[in-house]
């Protein structure tokens, strides 16, 4: 996935998020990419840009995760 930035997500932060379902999904060298919270539907974030590798007839897997949970939702 491409970055474009120096940040990054805090280690320290993960003991407050937890007992929200907060869950480290990707890291690379100790560094967290991505974190989820499993029981939403579609709760993502990451520290790349998905979008910079999504092309109209290959999408990034995220942005079809997005669709599916925004189809599968209750109206």
Known sequence: MHYNHRYCFNPELLPALSPCG??????????????????????????GHPELMSRPDAPHPLFVAFLQAALNAPA
């Open 22 to 47: 907060v869950r480290v999904s990707a890291q690379s060298d100790g560094i967290v990419e991505a974190v989820s919270q499993p029981e939403l539907p579609c709760w993502h974030g990451v520290q």
